[in-house]
């Protein structure tokens, strides 16, 4: 079984919809991280939890808002979807230690 | 200016060749630096991880850091085809953040 999981693998909506983007893991890590890749500019941060009462803005949280729901669970919300959130999404996790981060399998989001 | 830059290539070697994969970063502080391969759709996964000065050498990669020229390197010998990926950088950031910094990558393609 994968350690970290996200779902939906794929997801297709419309401008204004609200949308939910699921992860979860069962490595026992702490700390979750969510992540867009656009082709060419790498992965961007959205989001970063370092425990069920810690959340944290990454780079480009405007337009997107997230829950930790407990310390294996950590969703994404988009809460009035926009074309140019049309990304891959990615989940990671890591331990704190030497903050190695564990993907998860992506979100390939289409917003028409 | 882009805190973790690389070259985005393509990179193209013929199988065999060494591939080498460079990678400047601007947070003078850092101490952990990360390089993971992406193949096309899927997540990334982590190659090396390295945090002193000087060389790492697991089986055909090496990383190589240099924190006062502010470079890191990944070096693959015998390339193969599988290799065939994009190779992501990612510096850790100094401070109580402790995030991850990603380069855009560089697309390395190994012919046969």
């Known amino acids: 079984d994968a350690d970290v999981t996200q779902t939906p693998r794929n997801r297709i909506t419309k401008t204004g919809k609200r949308i939910m983007l699921e992860c979860s893991q069962t490595k026992g890590h702490d700390r979750m991280y969510w992540y867009r890749q656009d082709p060419g500019l790498g992965l961007q941060l959205i989001y970063y939890?370092?425990?069920?009462?810690?959340?944290n803005k990454g780079e480009i949280s405007d337009g997107y808002s997230v829950s930790r729901q407990a310390q294996a669970k950590f969703s994404l919300s988009l809460e009035s979807a926009i074309p140019n959130q049309t990304a891959l999404y990615f989940c990671?996790?890591?331990?704190?230690?030497?903050?190695?981060?564990?993907f998860g399998p992506g979100t390939r989001l289409l917003v028409l | 200016q882009k805190e973790v830059e690389q070259n985005s290539g393509p990179l193209s070697v013929p199988e065999g060749a060494i591939a080498s994969l460079n990678c400047t970063y601007s947070d003078r502080g850092s101490q952990s630096f990360f390089w993971y391969r992406q193949y096309s759709g899927k997540s990334p996964e982590l190659i090396m991880s390295?945090?002193?000065?000087g060389d790492k050498e697991d089986g055909r990669f090496t990383a190589q850091l240099n924190k006062a020229s502010q470079y890191v390197s990944l070096l693959i010998r015998d390339s193969q085809p599988s290799d065939s990926a994009t190779y992501l950088c990612a510096v850790l950031s100094t401070g109580s953040a402790r995030q991850l910094t990603f380069g855009s990558g560089t697309q390395l393609t190994v012919l046969p």
């Open positions: 939890s370092f425990d069920v009462k810690d959340i």
């Open positions: 990671a996790t890591s331990d704190g230690a030497q903050e190695t981060q564990y």
């Open positions: 390295i945090y002193s000065n």
